[in-house]
C-alpha cells in the first residue's frame, strides 16, 4: 500500500501545489514563526472504496459514512477495526451491504432449497436440491442444507459431502 500512497503522491502533489510560488510560501512560513504561533499544517486526506487497501490503515485514521434513514450520508459514529481485519467484513461495512455477501440468484436459489427441505411433504426436484446443495461453495451453508437433506430424503449426502471434504485435505497434505 505504501508504495501505492508514494507513488500517487509523486504524481499528485506536484500538480497540487504547482500554483505556490516557493518565495512566497517562504516569506509566509518566516513571518508565521516570527509570531511565535506554529505554521500552518498540511492533512492530506486519502479516500478508497477498497476494502483491501483499508485493511492496511489504522483504525484511528480511517472516518466511516453511514446513511440515514432518509439515505442522506452522515459521518459514522461507530469504530470499525480496519488494520488486518477482514476484507469481507470492511466491504460488507463500506457498501452498506446488510442482505449478505452472495449475489440475488445464488441467495434465490439456495432460500428455494431451503423452503423446499423444510416443507417435509414435498418429495419432487429431490435432484435438482441435491446437486445446488453440491454447489454451494460456502462450507457452513453448504454443510447445513447437505445435513437438512440427508434427514430429509434418508440419504447420506452430508457425509459423502465430507468425505469428499477430507481427501481434499489428505491430498493437501500430501503435497506439502
Known amino acids: 500500500m505504501e508504495e501505492k500512497i508514494c507513488s500517487g503522491c509523486h504524481i499528485v502533489l506536484p500538480i497540487l501545489f504547482s500554483e505556490l510560488k516557493p518565495l512566497q510560501y517562504n516569506a509566509e512560513l ?12 498540511l492533512q492530506i486526506i486519502f479516500s478508497t472504496h477498497d476494502p483491501l487497501t483499508l485493511s492496511d490503515v489504522l483504525f484511528e485514521n480511517v472516518i ?37 455477501l452472495i449475489g ?33 461453495d460456502e462450507p457452513i451453508i453448504q454443510r447445513k442444507l447437505a445435513q437438512m437433506y440427508s434427514d430429509k430424503m434418508k440419504t447420506d449426502l452430508a457425509r459423502k459431502l465430507l468425505q469428499i471434504e477430507l481427501e481434499e485435505i489428505q491430498n493437501r497434505l500430501k503435497r506439502m
Open 104 to 136: 440475488e440468484f445464488s441467495d434465490s436459489k439456495i432460500n428455494k432449497t431451503i423452503d423446499w427441505l423444510r416443507d417435509e411433504n414435498d418429495k419432487t426436484n429431490s435432484e435438482l436440491h441435491r446437486i445446488i446443495i453440491e454447489k454451494i
Open 64 to 100: 466511516f459514512l453511514d446513511k440515514t434513514a432518509d439515505q442522506k450520508t452522515s459521518i459514522s459514529t461507530d469504530k470499525k477495526r480496519t488494520f488486518g481485519a477482514n476484507v469481507s467484513d470492511l466491504f460488507a461495512d463500506s457498501f452498506f451491504i446488510s442482505d449478505g
Open 30 to 41: 518566516k513571518r508565521w514563526e516570527s509570531t511565535g504561533k506554529n505554521a500552518p499544517s
